[in-house]
């Protein structure tokens, strides 16, 4: 942050309202360990106003209604408002409206967009108070995620490269081939991230982390120059097979999928599976395999990627 231009009142910020889309998204994407990640064009979309009044309202409408907090303990707000400590801006009160259509719990960056939610629209209610570069934004959201692989793509649109330097964590966007055609198969059931990454080993073999950094280097080509490369491109033997016995259908389609040609991976923590197919028709006949040998219900989502990342408007 570039510091604070003005030292505004709560009363001051009152009045001014935002329109914030975030887009889902997936990590990993096989190889690409807590460093690669992809912006998907499925969106939640809040509408953000800052009160006279104190304290937070909060509305969730679609995914995540009746479930979710709607108080200051919501992900959004407790976004702002660590945005707004961070900026040493007093939090004014707060309206907010979520119309949700991100799963949450099954690897599609539900979280991460919720928390990219929040910085974006404190940038906003902010505008010409405080400036936010955007490695700034990106620190914010990885402080309150952990990790930026998910909440890179969210910010920024397209495929995502994220690392973590002495001063923070930083990313590289590049544009994917108009051939790629992702598939999202969603199930019924949720996944915990933190079970997830419970199950991951702190050290792996030398041979199986060759056998990575080479797969991730070549992923990141087969999405920007040469889709056909996407089945070799997506293997792994880093985090997914680790994670399996969590989640043995996801485990037991992909292993189905990928049998029959079709590049399938876990999305981010799971249960959700990926395919990254380099033609539309083969979205089709992996969405058919699936319904014909799913033991549950699997919804299929034909997904485009999303280009643009996080957008503010003010309301």
């Known amino acids: 942050m570039t510091g604070t231009l003005v030292a505004p009142t709560t009363t001051a910020l009152a009045g001014r309202a935002v329109q914030v889309k975030v887009p889902a998204t997936s990590a990993n994407l096989g190889p690409g360990f807590d460093t690669l990640g992809l912006a998907l064009a499925r969106y939640d979309e809040l509408e953000i106003e800052a009160t006279e009044a104190a304290g937070v309202v909060v509305e969730v409408h679609g995914v995540g209604e009746g479930e979710v907090p709607l108080d200051a303990s919501h992900l959004v707000v407790r976004s702002i408002a660590h945005t707004f400590e961070r900026a040493g801006v007093a939090l004014p009160g707060l309206k907010l409206v979520a119309h949700n259509t991100i799963p949450h719990g099954r690897g599609l960056g539900s979280s991460g967009a919720a928390i990219v939610a929040g910085v974006v629209a404190a940038k906003g209610l902010l505008e010409g108070v405080v400036d936010f570069a955007a490695d700034e934004l990106l620190e914010l959201a990885t402080e309150l995620e952990g990790h930026p692989d998910n909440v890179a793509p969210a910010l920024f649109g397209g495929l995502t490269i994220a690392w973590v330097t002495p001063e923070g964590p930083r990313h590289k966007k590049l544009i994917v081939h108009r051939g790629v055609s992702p598939l999202v198969l969603v199930p019924e059931h949720e996944m915990s991230t933190a079970l997830a990454r419970s199950l991951q080993p702190e050290s792996v073999p030398h041979e199986d982390a060759v056998f990575n950094v080479s797969r991730s280097a070549l992923l990141v080509a087969a999405l920007i120059q040469s889709p056909e ?54 979205r089709a006949a992996a969405t058919a395999l699936v319904e014909g040998v799913a033991e549950t219900v699997w919804q299929a989502l034909p997904l485009a990627v999303d280009f643009k990342g996080a957008t503010v408007q003010s309301a």
């Open 229 to 282: 490369l996407l089945f070799q491109a997506t293997e792994d033997k880093l985090h997914q097979h680790y994670r399996a016995a969590a989640m043995p259908e996801t485990d037991r389609l992909i292993r189905a999928l990928r049998e029959a040609g079709h590049p399938a991976v876990v999305s981010g923590a799971g249960p959700s599976i990926l395919v990254l197919t380099s033609d539309p028709s083969e």
